[in-house]
């Protein structure tokens, strides 16, 4: 089996890891989350489904592409979520 990870070296990589920026400030003033969620090709029903879990843990910063064809889904979570629009990133 796999050995497990020193606690020193299992510390320090969690030290190095929460040393990165969660997010940037933009020139409009605008808070950027690095963090986005990325929606695979899966059907509306589970795009809908992931998209409300991944608001609910925090992503603010979505990936949402037209070959997924998983739109419908992803819009249904967006207006359920309650979120305010301006506060959700989706390119």
């Known amino acids: 089996g796999a050995a497990a990870m020193?606690?020193?070296?299992?510390?320090?990589?969690?030290?190095?890891?929460?040393?990165?920026p969660s997010s940037v400030t933009l020139s409009n003033g605008a808070i950027f989350p690095l963090a986005s969620f990325g929606l695979q090709i899966y059907d509306d029903a589970t795009a809908e489904k992931l998209t409300l879990l991944a608001i609910e843990a925090g992503f603010r910063n979505f990936f949402a592409s037209v070959l997924a064809r998983n739109q419908a889904g992803f819009a249904r979570a967006i207006k359920r979520c309650g979120v305010p629009r301006e506060e959700l990133f989706i390119c």
């Open 6 to 20: 020193p606690a020193a070296t299992a510390a320090a990589s969690v030290a190095a890891a929460s040393s990165y």
